[in-house]
């Protein structure tokens, strides 16, 4: 389980995202003004951060920048969302101190791959296990120790 914060300012793909990263386990934190990315990655301390290159206001790349100099973020792993691959943006992208790059339309397993690639190894996704009869009774979608409900949206 990580917490994964989405910069983004399309609802549809912030909704995409999210799913994605729940279903993968993982607590997702959604911010579609990008003026408002440090202050709520200052507060929620993500384990990954996943932006949009398209943003209005602070693009991306500021964005990245902006995470890269602040002292608690530096080595926050940042994975980069674009729809806009023009030659050279992967190489700015990186150099900016993004770790990973994915072109939009993402592909869902491409982006989980990435994401799990991004996260350490204590924070990665469980594994999926599949009909595995001597599998003890508890239900699979029990909540864990520490886990009190009352998060949903
Ligand atoms: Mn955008």
Redesign the pocket.
Known sequence: MAKILIV???ALNIKLFCDLLAAHGHQPEAVTDSRNALDVARQFSPDLVIT????PHVSGLELIRLLRSDKQLAKVPIMAVT?YAARGDEERIREAGAQAYVSKPISVVKFAQTVDELLPAKDKAEPVIDDFEGWSNEADDSPGPGEAGGEED
């Open positions: 983004e300012d399309n949009d290159i398209q943003l729809a």
